[in-house]
């Protein structure tokens, strides 16, 4: 199982950016699914989560600014991010709990990261 992050890059602040992340592979099933970032020389961060039924938390930083969506059929997640900030510049990774086949219990997995940069 793999998840696979896209969309990354550099932008404005007060721009947007829309980061993409899919699960590919076997699994049986995928439950709640995130993103979170990580600026250098801090600890990861969450900044929203959404459960399979759509339910969603974000993290304080980015209410309001930021909007996580899921395609469950296509086991997709995304992240559109508005008014972007300086302080917004970090890689973001996604996160996923799966199912791995015939397994009875989900897991938690890491996509590889991708890097936003906002600039002033």
């Known amino acids: 199982v793999q998840l696979q992050a896209s969309g990354g890059g550099l932008v404005q602040a007060g721009g947007s950016l829309r980061l993409s992340c899919a699960v590919a592979?076997?699994?049986?099933?995928?439950?709640?699914m995130g993103w979170y970032l990580q600026a250098p020389g801090k600890e990861r961060e969450l900044v929203a989560r959404?459960?399979?039924?759509?339910?969603?938390n974000y993290g304080d930083s980015v209410k309001g600014r930021f909007t996580i969506s899921r395609d469950n059929a296509r086991n997709t997640m995304s992240l559109q991010m508005n008014s972007l900030k300086t302080e917004d510049t970090a890689v973001y990774y996604c996160?996923?709990?799966?199912?791995?086949?015939?397994?009875?219990?989900?897991?938690?997995?890491w996509g590889q990261g991708t890097q936003v940069t906002v600039s002033s």
């Open positions: 996160n996923a709990d799966i199912r791995p086949p015939a397994a009875l219990q989900f897991y938690n997995y």
């Open positions: 592979g076997s699994f049986s099933g995928v439950n709640d």
């Open positions: 959404i459960s399979s039924g759509g339910s969603t």
